[in-house]
């Protein structure tokens, strides 16, 4: 995402600052502090860096900003449609791949709490995470499917399974079935509801879920901007 994204709210003007002022609604008890979204900054970055390169697919296919916006857009239509509610939590099992990307923006876009685990846990532990936050849906690669519906079934959770591949076993949606819905008008989110929801290893006890807000988010990537190098380049 690009810099002059982060943190601005698709309500202001480009180059206007994008923290809490006198007069702001969403302005808080401190000055200074960032009070756009997730869900308003990746719009911003839309709408402004349309037609730049935003994925780059293993087949060579370039994703653009305007595409990644409207795929997002669709598969939190798609969710939706499933009955996932802003708020609710999402766990997301995957390889590095360019749905998952596409996932995390849907996340963001829907106002829904991305729960992202290691891909290496074992299905009981997955399971264990999910009786812990109570997700509403779980996206999983074709490898892990069976597996994890098993689990997360015999823990008695309703969760609703997509399959980023061919299912294996029942499952509520393909992936490429929740694109073809149409686009979900982002619903307001506020700067502290929460936005990421992962967990520990646990190494040391039970895994616990670390709450991440929006503002959260986008303050630690408007510090890492302002201490790393700038890119100038869309090839990083």
Known sequence: MSKDAVGESTARPSGTSPVASTGDPNAGPRAGIVTATLTSAFAE???RFADRPAVLEESGKICTYAELGSRARR???GLAALGVRPGDRAVVLTKN????FVIDHALAAGGFVRVALSYRLHPREVAQIARDCDPAVAFVDGEREREVAAALAEAGLDVAVVAL???QGPVA???GELLAHPELASPRVDPEDLAWLPY???TTGEPKGVMLSHRSLLACARNLMVELPAIETDDV
């Open 165 to 167: 591949d061919e299912p």
């Open 200 to 202: 520990t290893s646990g």
């Open 173 to 175: 949606a393909r992936y």
């Open 75 to 77: 598969l939190a239509g």
């Open 45 to 47: 970055a839309y709408r």
């Open 97 to 100: 791949r360019p749905e998952s």
